[in-house]
């Protein structure tokens, strides 16, 4: 294998059928290009070697994750503030449904994934889950969990809370001009 | 081909003969001359590479970019060129 310049015409051939490379007679101006289509296939078939091991710990490792995801949930639904916010509450309805569709993937994935590409699997998450966070979240270590908002909650209430304020306003002068049309009617 | 152009028109119109290396679509002075240099003067030697190779694409597409570095476009119309000439001639 190390040296296939000095292997003969037919040994070169040999290994080409091995490979599965379509080939034709093996002549000294076609030698050459023959002697590396093998090497990029020993090359290949190297490379695919570690990449099935590696769906295999990945298999493990989103299971793993997954029962780790049970927790914020909970957390959420004992927070205090959630009544101010009911969108919280939706999102931790939407989690907790995400937790239901999530495994229901996750089992299918594990079966298929012994023979595929770990890198397939991003993909059916984002189709699946309703959130942005729920495909980050199941391929991230624990320690990191907490930063899996796009924008941070109080970053969210104090939106919510400027909207409120001003839609108050809007409303207390909204209340003045009432009074008007009732006078005209009369 | 939806678009062949003048010089694949030319090629594949007649028996190549001992026509140059150049006169085959795709190869250009520059390419021509490195197939030149590695002993494809003529484009009957090229033929000749091409039948070795099955007439398969992707092989001859791959020598001919190991042996003078032709790019995707290149390689695709002088495979073009000698797959029709084949089929009128061979």
Redesign the interface.
């Known amino acids: 294998m190390s040296t296939l310049s000095s292997k003969s015409d037919q040994e070169i051939s040999v290994l080409l059928d091995e490979y599965g490379i379509k080939h034709g007679p093996v002549v000294d101006s076609t030698r050459s290009l023959y002697e590396k289509k093998i090497l990029e296939a020993m090359g290949n078939k190297k490379k695919a070697k570690p990449s099935s091991d590696k769906t295999f710990y990945r298999e493990e490792e989103e299971e793993v994750t997954y029962v780790r995801y049970r927790t914020p949930v909970s957390v959420l639904k004992h927070d205090p503030l959630h009544h101010i916010n009911p969108y919280l509450r939706s999102r931790s309805e939407y989690s907790s449904q995400d937790f239901v569709d999530n495994t229901r993937v996750i089992s299918w994935r594990s079966g298929k994934q012994s023979g595929r590409e770990h890198h397939d699997t991003p993909s059916t998450y984002s189709t699946m889950s309703y959130s942005n966070a729920t495909p980050v979240k199941c391929s991230v270590p624990v320690p990191e969990e907490k930063s899996h908002r796009l924008i941070p909650l109080w970053v969210q209430f104090l939106v919510f809370l400027a909207v409120a304020v001003f839609l108050y306003f809007v409303f207390c002068n909204m209340e003045s001009t009432h009074s008007e049309p009732f006078k005209q009617v009369k | 081909m939806s678009s062949t152009s003048k010089k694949h028109k030319d090629f594949v119109a007649e028996p190549m003969g001992e026509k140059k290396v150049m006169a085959l679509a795709g190869i250009g002075d520059a390419l021509g001359r490195r197939l030149e240099e590695k002993g494809f003067d003529k484009a009957s030697l090229v033929l000749g590479?091409f039948?070795?190779?099955?007439r398969?694409e992707?092989?001859f597409r791959?020598?001919l970019k190991?042996t003078c570095g032709a790019n995707s476009k290149q390689q695709g119309d002088c495979y073009g060129c000698l797959k029709e000439w084949c089929d009128s001639f061979l």
């Open positions: 590479q039948l070795v190779l099955n398969n992707k092989l791959d020598w190991d």
